[in-house]
């Protein structure tokens, strides 16, 4: 409060603020982005440790010895699959049954807002098969699931079988707690989620489904399984959930104990994880993983069927077994095992798994930084907002002083507020059409898709793209003419005052997808804030403009793209990029509509209207 | 100034009922922020139903006392829970009215706005001859013209108090919530109408009235009481005779109105359940809940008071010490405000609905709405403020946080109870720096306008008023 009220101390702030306004935004900026860097290094990486007692101390002892069995299941159902073209559900029914479990179907259909091309799918109907083997020591009060998605081609017969054979095993146990779902679904997530949708009865996509006939308790964990030969040389596990939400950290570290017991080879993001974290290599490796979990985390896409369940408070992770040209390989056994250690540890649990982290960032599978750790690196990056803010306030406020701290310029101040009047009167006309510009692009390329197959020789899909497309250029093209309608007296004030809405404008939004999804949030403001604190309508501005375009959020989506199969060690070539960019467009609204993924509506409605306002800033007349 | 005014009126309506007919308005009246249990519109419905049923719509403590669960099975959806809060006047008007509750609530947010309207319209002609008389007396210091406020810059005070209380988003939300916040401060409204009209004895009633509804405004009391003084030309003297015989006139007027609500109410109802139900529910450590603020359990608990941060299970003894820790803040300051803004009796009220609306227990949004609409009173004192940005910045940024760590602790469970309280605490924070930051302003502005602007110190420099 000192600070706050005494004149002296706040003088001297101020002039601290304004004096060294560039050099302490690009410290700021600069320390952000090295903290960042730095977060795959050891001081600020933690091992990982098991926080959740009930898990921890407990040795189970893994019998699964039905590799074979899961072998011929899976070659069963291959066939039947071919046979019928569809999910063999009665063959699934009818095993289920055989093994013991209590079976049950669901159908459902979805008509996707538009034709989905990467998946070939617009009307989608299909039947979800699950047994549920009751537990024979608890009421039926808690469950766990463990599902295999089937997509449209023959993936996944081994993961079925393996599912099969697993439930098999675990029938003739006698010390399960928790009852145990066994899902099979039908076109990949779509059925996943309108299991979920049906189990929790919610309708929050608009799914058509039937009622759920059969049901256990409340789910506590989930496993998704993706296996597509019968042997691996890998698993490769994926926390990375809609709209970037992440598992119980002491889920993954359960994986990790029965990969080590199982001497399973596992990998995260299809990285082996270092060895050695005491020389330069191993971070930097470290580094290359963070930075894909990073860009897998910021799509908000659901990375696997786990990223459904997490949205209703379940706790699940995918994983995919791996098929390289690596030597040693493991079959479905060391795979069973696995699966079976981390059912029997999970069935010990008293309660849902909280203790350890919801928020972290994984540079490998055996290390992670904790939400305190990294917190600081987008921290420093809004603070550039923040400052540049403040500066423009003061430049604004004649440094936001009262008479007797202004030496004596009773001038200025009296036309205070008429002159704020005007600024903020030139002020609404940019808002408003920038809003209503991320408006049309939230509603119209989904709306307007038949108008534009009718008049144009594209498919629905490409309408949708080449709408969005249309849109945000014309975006860039509309605002900047309107605020010659009102008239301005002080032309400098009407851009700083823009641009001192736009900057806090950004710095919310950024600070609260921050919060809920870091990645997205980080990866924005590293790319949007040096621009957007750098607009003026003075000085080099072909440079401010091109910097602006580069840092718009479809460029950067587009950046974001090939800097992920850069990563990957797999380059994009321009024109592959493009159409990755392309479809990647009608996956994001797709999947926005399907799953409620809200990357779309929250750059569509959120930041590029506030990116408009810095375009209008920049050529602010 | 009909036809602005009207253009005003004209746009909230239609802004509060486009959300009514939009699939937001059920989003909006389940979140904490916008509805607490105090105001919260299912409690008027299920008052209302136990009534048709025959039953005091008080009774449910009876049953679900033992229950333990307290508003957690209320904010699941649950059926019938626990004490009610609604004063029964509340739940008897909604009796007739229930068909027609959007159109209430609308009309009771274009009233309040009327009220204000006119209430700062003629306060405005009060400030104007006042500041005139002192002009002629020679009460100003030589230097102070620029401070002196112009009818110019006062002719859109009062529109501008309407606009700002109409189309506040705190009012909308609230207003589209169905909360019953918005009849008190309509309330509220229609007392300083009448008490800057003069009315000494619709002020009593409505200042009762009010205070019947939610307690707090019972310190509203002071002010009110200062201003009808100032009105009559009665100084404030502990010797003068008149200035006893009114305040005891006053005073009973209020505690009239008072006791004739609080008859009616049992006559209506015909039993005192509703007393401890409505006053005792303010009192979230107080005996008649056990279990109110079991922390993670409760979606639906008095979200923005400091208090309930406190676990009770640990503090089970100190119980008493909190009520009274937390309670008194809204009271504590009534005395000193009054001893020091004697001659502002106004702006004292205004620091006083503040002050209710960031102590009271189950504090929302549309409390802090009713303080806002009177910034635009206060504009002059906008040089003097020091940190309007950064405070309008937390204010902002807490309003946009809320609903984000809500999702992050009730939803997504990924976050817990903690950081969701550090918001509404820094939300508090900030109001309480903004309003001191007013009241500072406006102690700066007085000390300028009686000892000149531009003052020395003693060795000739420049000097400056430092709070300490």
């Known amino acids: 409060m000192g600070l706050l009220s005494d004149p002296v101390r706040r003088r001297a702030l101020a002039r601290l603020v304004l004096r060294l306004n560039a050099p302490l935004c690009l410290l700021s900026y600069v320390a952000g982005i090295a903290w960042f860097l730095a977060l795959a290094f050891p001081p600020l990486t933690q091992r990982t440790y098991m926080s959740e007692n009930a898990m921890g101390s407990t040795m189970v002892e893994e019998q699964f010895v039905g590799g074979e069995r899961a072998r011929v299941f899976a070659r069963d159902f291959a066939a039947y699959r071919r046979k019928s073209g569809a999910l063999p559900v009665a063959w699934l029914e009818r095993t289920m049954r055989s093994v013991g479990l209590e079976v049950y179907t669901q159908s459902f259909s979805r008509k996707l807002p538009f034709p989905d091309e990467t998946h070939e799918r617009y009307m989608v109907s299909g039947t979800n098969v699950y047994g549920i083997l009751r537990a024979l020591r608890a009421a039926s009060t808690e469950s766990l699931v463990l599902t295999v998605p089937c997509g449209p081609d023959s993936t996944n017969s081994q993961a079925v079988g393996l599912l099969l054979a697993l439930a098999a095993h675990f029938r003739g146990q006698i010390y399960w707690a928790k009852d145990i779902i066994f899902l099979v679904t039908e076109h990949d997530l779509l059925g996943t989620e309108a299991w979920l949708e049906a189990y929790h009865d919610v309708n929050v996509t608009g799914m058509q489904s039937s009622f759920l006939q059969g049901r256990a308790g409340a789910i506590q964990a989930a496993v998704a399984l993706e296996l597509s030969s019968d042997v691996v040389t890998s698993l490769d596990v994926i926390v990375e959930g809609l709209n970037g939400q992440l598992p119980n950290l002491d889920l993954l570290n359960l994986f990790q104990t029965f990969c080590q017991k199982g001497g399973l080879l596992c990998t995260l993001q299809g990285k082996l994880q270092p060895q050695d974290w005491t020389s330069l290599d191993g971070p930097l490796q470290g580094l290359q993983t963070l930075l894909l979990m990073v860009l897998r985390q910021a799509s908000g896409r659901s990375h696997g069927p786990h990223g459904l369940f997490l949205r209703y408070g379940v706790e699940a992770l995918t994983l995919r077994g791996i098929n390289s040209f690596r030597q040693y390989k493991y079959d479905l056994v060391a795979v069973g095992k696995a699966l079976e250690g981390m059912f029997r540890k999970l069935n010990h649990l008293l309660e849902r798994l909280h203790q350890s982290f919801f928020f972290y960032l994984l540079p490998a599978l055996s290390r992670f930084v904790s939400i305190g750790l990294y917190m600081p690196a987008a921290g420093f990056l809004l603070l550039v907002l923040g400052l540049k803010a403040l500066e423009l306030w003061m430049q604004l406020h004649e440094a936001g002083v009262g008479p007797e701290e202004g030496g004596g310029s009773p001038g200025p101040s009296s036309s205070l507020l008429s002159a704020q009047g005007v600024g903020l009167a030139s002020l609404v006309a940019p808002l408003l059409i920038s809003q209503a510009v991320g408006l049309a692009l939230y509603i119209l390329p989904v709306l307007g898709q038949h108008v534009a197959t009718q008049h144009f020789p594209v498919s629905e899909s490409e309408a949708v793209v080449l709408t969005l497309l249309a849109i945000y250029a014309a975006g860039l093209a509309l605002p900047h003419n309107t605020h010659r309608v009102v008239t301005t007296q002080a032309p400098d004030r009407g851009w700083m005052a823009l641009k001192l809405v736009a900057l806090i404008y950004l710095a919310l939004q950024l600070g609260c997808i921050t919060l809920t999804n870091f990645s997205l949030g980080f990866l924005l403001a590293a790319t949007m804030v040096p621009a957007a604190v750098l607009t003026k309508p003075h000085g080099p501005r072909p440079l401010y403009a091109a910097l602006l375009v580069l840092t718009s959020p479809a460029a950067v989506l587009l950046g974001s793209l090939f800097l992920w199969r850069e990563l990957q060690e797999m380059p994009l070539s321009l024109a592959e990029g493009w159409q990755l960019f392309l479809s990647a467009l009608a996956q994001g609204v797709l999947e926005h509509h399907t799953y409620g993924a809200l990357l779309f509506p929250l750059l569509a409605l959120g930041l590029y209207p506030c990116w408009l306002l810095f375009w209008n800033v920049l050529f602010w007349k | ?468």
């Open chain 2, 1 to 468: 100034m009909a036809a602005p005014l009207a253009l005003v009126l004209l746009v909230a309506v239609t802004v509060r009922a486009a959300l009514f007919r939009s699939s937001l308005a059920e989003f909006i009246s389940e979140r904490v922020e916008v509805v607490s249990p105090l105001s919260s519109w299912k409690r008027v419905v299920e008052g209302l139903s136990l009534l048709d049923l025959g039953v005091s719509p008080y009774s449910g403590a009876i049953f679900h006392e033992v229950s333990n669960l307290g508003p957690c099975a209320y904010a699941a959806g649950g059926k019938t829970t626990e004490l009610n809060p609604q004063t029964p006047l509340i739940i008897y008007l909604f009796h007739f009215l229930i068909d027609y509750a959007e159109l209430v609530f609308m009309i009771t947010d274009v009233l309040t706005a009327v009220a204000l309207y006119f209430a700062i319209q003629d306060f405005n002609k009060v400030v104007f001859k006042k500041q005139k008389l002192l002009l002629e007396l020679d009460q100003y210091a030589p230097d102070v013209s620029e401070l002196i406020q112009t009818p110019k810059e006062m002719h859109y005070i009062p529109l501008k108090v309407a606009l700002f209380y109409l189309l506040n988003p705190y009012t909308v939300l609230s207003c589209v919530a169905k909360s019953t916040c918005a009849i008190n401060n309509t309330l509220i409204a229609f007392f300083i109408l009448a008490t800057i009209k003069g009315s000494a004895f619709l002020s009593a009633i409505f200042l009762a009235l009010a205070t019947y509804q939610s307690l707090y405004p019972i310190t509203l009391f002071v002010p009110g009481l200062l201003y009808l003084l100032q009105r009559q030309y009665i100084p404030v003297k502990m010797k003068s005779r008149a200035f006893w015989i009114f305040s005891w006139e006053y005073a009973m007027m209020y505690m009239g109105s008072l006791v004739v609500i609080i008859c009616l109410s049992f006559f209506l109802l015909s039993s005192w359940d509703f007393i401890p139900a409505v006053y005792g529910f303010m009192y979230p450590e107080s005996p008649s809940h056990p279990d109110l603020c079991r922390e993670e359990v409760i979606p639906g608990c008095p979200a923005m008071t400091p208090s309930s941060r406190e676990n009770k299970e640990m503090f089970e003894h100190f119980s008493l010490f909190f009520v009274c820790v937390f309670q008194i803040n809204v009271f504590f300051y009534t005395i000193p405000l009054a001893i020091k803004l004697k001659e502002h009796p106004i702006f004292f009220m205004f620091i006083q609905i503040a002050i209710i609306s960031i102590f009271k227990s189950y504090p929302t949004v549309g409390d802090v709405a009713l303080y806002m609409a009177f910034f635009p009173v206060w504009n002059h004192l906008y040089r003097f403020l020091r940190n309007i940005f950064v405070l309008a910045c937390i204010i902002i940024v807490c309003s946009l946080l809320f609903p984000v760590l809500w999702h992050l602790w009730i939803y997504a469970g990924s976050a817990n109870s903690n950081f969701f309280y550090a918001i509404t605490l820094t939300f508090n924070v900030g109001q309480i720096l903004l309003i001191s930051d007013y009241f500072y302003a406006f102690l700066r502005r007085e000390y300028y306008l009686s000892h000149g602007l531009y003052l020395t110190a003693k060795d000739g420099t420049e000097a400056m008023l430092v709070l300490k």
